[in-house]
């Protein structure tokens, strides 16, 4: 007689996987995402360029090439062009440093990094303006010097930086840790210099990263406005980038101009998504290991 004490052992508990979904639920979360792509991001970028070209081209060509249109495409690009460069030689550095290398205060350098996600850039332009304002030390040391920082271009070059260096940095901090220091470690005990272990072992494998984050880093340096919006002054013609240009003809009323202006972001934008498309599909085919 089988012993009734013996306990029996809970059956595990079976879980639904979600590709036994009936053919309604998949339907219906299929229209729930599709009609949230079009209603918040298909059918503004398509007002965009309608409401841009509703006057005509040569009233659209008009509203780009208007002086102070075309000097805050001007600003707009050279600001992206300083800025790139700086970031991609911070992001470089730290990442090599952080995935590379222990040392103390590495957790401090990372959540640094991670600062500009979590403040605000109004705040970020704000603190430029406590350092570098008339009521600071070195706003009055440096004009005296002839250097203005503030409602000039020097200040939307730093509150630039200072909201997209961490682009770089985070595209390659994974991807380096991923790699690992073994192809770095034969390079050197083959007797490469720091330097040439940089340029041709680490450098040819974080190259496509490497593009991925200085895409993000130009999209968000031509598009950025709280920041730039405090430390620029807003003088038009001079310091007014593209989207705070965009804002001064829609204030005044110029809807044509304003949207024409958009356009041009938002044309801009889609090279830039469309470029980033490519290089994760290449970055993707070409790294086993991948970006988390």
């Known amino acids: 007689m089988p012993d009734q004490s ?7 508990p079976r879980f639904r996987n979600p590709a036994d979904e009936g053919l309604g639920a998949k339907l ?147 991807l380096m840790e991923d790699q690992g220091t073994g192809d770095e470690e034969a390079a050197l005990s083959l007797g490469a210099s720091g330097w040439q272990t940089f340029w041709y072992v680490t450098l040819p494998n974080i190259k496509w990263g490497l593009l991925y984050g200085v895409l993000l880093c130009n999209a968000r340096a031509m598009g950025e406005f709280g920041a730039v919006s405090v430390v620029s002054g807003r003088i038009r013609g001079i310091t007014t980038t593209m989207p705070l240009h965009v804002e001064i003809l829609y204030n005044e009323y110029n809807m044509v101009a304003a949207f024409a202006v958009a356009s041009l972001l938002a044309g801009l934008a889609l090279v830039t998504l469309a470029l980033k498309t490519i290089l994760e599909l290449r970055f993707g085919a070409g790294n086993s290991g991948g970006r988390h």
């Open 28 to 174: 219906l979360l299929t229209f729930l995402a599709l009609a949230f792509l079009l209603f918040f991001l298909l059918m503004p970028l398509v007002t965009v360029f309608v409401e841009a070209f509703r006057g005509g081209w040569d009233t659209y060509v008009e509203a780009l090439v208007e002086p102070d249109a075309a000097a805050a495409i001007r600003l707009t690009l050279l600001v992206a062009a300083i800025a790139l460069p700086l970031n991609l030689a911070f992001g470089l550095a730290a990442s090599w440093a952080i995935a590379k290398f222990d040392f103390r205060g590495k957790a401090f350098l990372i959540t640094l990094i991670d600062l500009p996600f979590s403040i605000s850039p109004v705040i970020s332009g704000l603190v430029y303006v406590l350092l570098f304002g008339s009521g600071s030390l070195l706003g009055p040391w440096l004009k005296s010097l002839g250097v203005e920082v503030l409602f000039a271009v020097p200040g939307i070059v730093l509150a630039t930086v200072f909201v997209t260096f961490p682009f770089v940095a985070r595209e390659l901090i994974p």
């Open 6 to 12: 013996r306990s029996i052992a809970p059956r595990a």
